[in-house]
């Protein structure tokens, strides 16, 4: 009786990984998206985990005037005009902890306008 109801559970799991494991290994190569929201004086999130070597979308949205995002280190440097969205694609290639700065001038606390990357191996 147990052999009946083997056969077509083998069946369908195998159907389930031939034709459904590649677009669940696509959805995991999908760069990670993480968005930040900018306005006076600070980033949101201040920090964010990244791992080396995984690609990732940065999301730059200003939310009351031009700001920017550079990580002079990382060679990355992403703007976003007031109500506007920007975002950059890039893929850590090494591990540590940079600082990132509003490149934008945007009122006097411009200069502590600050997010902190850590990249881990």
Do not use: W
Not at 82 to 93: A, D, L, M, R
């Amino acid at each position: 009786m147990k052999l009946k109801f083997l056969a077509p559970a083998l069946i369908a799991i195998t159907f389930v990984a031939i034709f459904c494991a590649p677009s669940i290994s696509a959805t995991q190569n999908e760069p990670q998206r993480i968005e930040i929201v900018a306005k006076r004086y600070d980033f949101t999130p201040a920090e964010i985990n990244l791992k080396e070597g995984v690609p990732v979308v940065l999301v730059l949205t200003s939310q009351d005037v031009a700001h920017g995002l550079k990580f002079k280190e990382l060679g990355l440097n992403i703007k976003a005009q007031k109500g506007k969205t920007n975002e950059v694609t890039f893929t850590p290639t090494k591990a540590g902890t940079f600082i990132g700065q509003c490149s934008v001038f945007c009122g006097s606390g411009h200069g502590s306008m600050k997010l902190t990357l850590h990249v881990t191996e």
